[in-house]
């Protein structure tokens, strides 16, 4: 079993005294969520949250970070994008995706029914986060659309990651 609060703890411990790789931290982090195969084993969701904290405490710039998260977010879309694209119906047997075909179903669903929208909203839950883009690659959505909605929820998912720890940071007075 993964013990979460050692990785948030080993992860936050990092950032703070590593404070220039605070970037390259978050953009592997978000990355590496957004990323169809690889997400499953990343809780980038609790660590983000509490470096977005770190970015108060520390004095850190929120601009750079939340520009890496956004970056990180959009590009491993992008790439979930691509290996549905080009693997098709293939990509559902995919491990660990051939472990959670409740996911690809749900996310199928969410693509069917919203389209590009389906994109940007499936950015916001966290279990078929990276799945959306995938089956959006899979049904070969439009890259231009796809493009666009994913930028733009990147953006949006990366400053809801971040502001929350360190608005909360600074509310608190700590």
Known sequence: MIDVQSIVA?????????????PAVVFGLAFGESLALVS???PATVLLLAIGALIEASGLHFFPIWLAAAAGAALGDALSY???FHYKERAKSLWPLSLRPDLVARAEDLFQR???WGVAIGRFFGPIRAVVPLVAGMFAMRQSHFQIANVASAALWA????????????????
């Open 10 to 22: 080993a992860t936050t411990a990092f950032v703070k005294q590593n404070q220039g790789l605070a």
């Open 159 to 174: 400053f809801v990651m971040l502001a929350p720890g360190a608005a909360l940071f600074k509310l608190m007075g700590w």
């Open 114 to 116: 919203f389209g590009v």
């Open 82 to 84: 691509w290996l549905g």
């Open 40 to 42: 499953f084993f990343i």
